[in-house]
């Protein structure tokens, strides 16, 4: 088969063989930490000093961990096929940069970004958020939160995730679940626009009878092997 317009979704299994915690496997964030306590507005609402110190802990992780040959294997692809290549990450992590890939959307936001919930500055935090800290922007005290998505949220860049999806001829699914919406609805947009959807997994996804494909394993060994 050839293509020329391909969209790659990617979940925590990706990052999982970096060191990097899975949400919903045994032993994942999920199993550890109530979601509703960390990830929602709801929580963050009631608690911010507690979802301040669950993102700061991960954000200081991403120091200790480095991009794995799943992340490098897509940047390569998208370095030499001739057609579109677009990464869609549900991942907050920075790997798939740090491996080298360009055109990337963070759907469900970055570790790295922070932004003012008073005057909606967006800026650059690779250090820990308290709830003590003033926007540089505006001067207000306390309106700092970290950029990611929670449950409730609307995901990043969704027209253009839309539009992609329309024009692509393969879609590759990777290392989710297929727990979460939207994303887990992006196989079907995909199918009904004619893609080739295949789905590359450690284990069987909640949705992996509606891929036309399906291979199981690690990221760093399935993916590489795809890309050949
Ligand atoms: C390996 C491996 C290895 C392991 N190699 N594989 C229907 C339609 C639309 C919305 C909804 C709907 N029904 C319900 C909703 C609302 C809700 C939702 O989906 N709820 C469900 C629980 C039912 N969705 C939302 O609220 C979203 N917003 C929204 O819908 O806005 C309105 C809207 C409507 C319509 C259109 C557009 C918008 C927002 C969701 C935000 C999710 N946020 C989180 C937290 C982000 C910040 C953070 O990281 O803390 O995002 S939750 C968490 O789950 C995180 C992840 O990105 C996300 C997905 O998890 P993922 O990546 O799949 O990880 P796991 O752990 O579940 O799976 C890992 C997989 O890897 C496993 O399968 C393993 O087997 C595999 N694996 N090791 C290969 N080495």
Redesign the pocket.
């Given at each position: 088969m050839s293509f020329s317009s391909i969209v790659i979704l990617t979940?925590?299994?990706?990052s999982?063989?970096s060191g990097v915690d899975?949400?919903?496997?045994k032993g994942?964030i999920w199993s550890k930490v109530d979601?509703r306590d960390v990830?929602t507005p709801e929580g963050f609402a009631r608690d911010p000093e507690r979802v301040h110190a669950f993102y700061n802990e991960r954000r200081s992780g991403l120091s200790s961990v480095e991009p794995n040959a799943a992340h490098r294997a897509l940047a390569q692809l998208e370095a030499e096929f001739a057609g579109d290549v677009l990464v869609v990450t549900?991942?907050?992590d920075n790997l798939h940069e740090r491996g080298g890939s360009k055109r990337l959307i963070h759907m469900?936001?970055e570790l790295t970004k922070i932004f003012c919930t008073k005057c909606g500055t967006r800026r650059e935090e690779h250090g820990d958020l308290t709830t003590f800290d003033c926007c540089p922007q505006c001067g207000a005290m306390g309106t700092l939160r970290p950029d990611?998505?929670?449950?409730?949220?609307?995901?990043y860049q969704?027209d253009e995730i839309s539009e992609a999806l329309q024009q692509c001829d393969l879609f590759v699914s990777i290392?989710?679940?297929?727990?979460?919406?939207?994303?887990a609805?992006f196989v079907e947009e995909a199918h009904q626009a004619g893609a080739h959807t295949v789905e590359l997994?450690?284990?069987a996804?909640e949705h992996h009878t509606r891929f036309a494909e399906v291979r199981r394993g690690?990221?760093t060994e399935l993916v590489p092997a795809f890309v050949e």
């Open positions: 979940g925590a299994g990706i999982a063989e899975t949400f919903r496997d994942g979601l990830a549900q991942n907050i469900h936001g990611v998505v929670w449950f409730g949220e609307m995901p969704m290392g989710t679940s297929g727990n979460v919406y939207p994303a609805g997994n450690l284990e996804s690690r990221a």
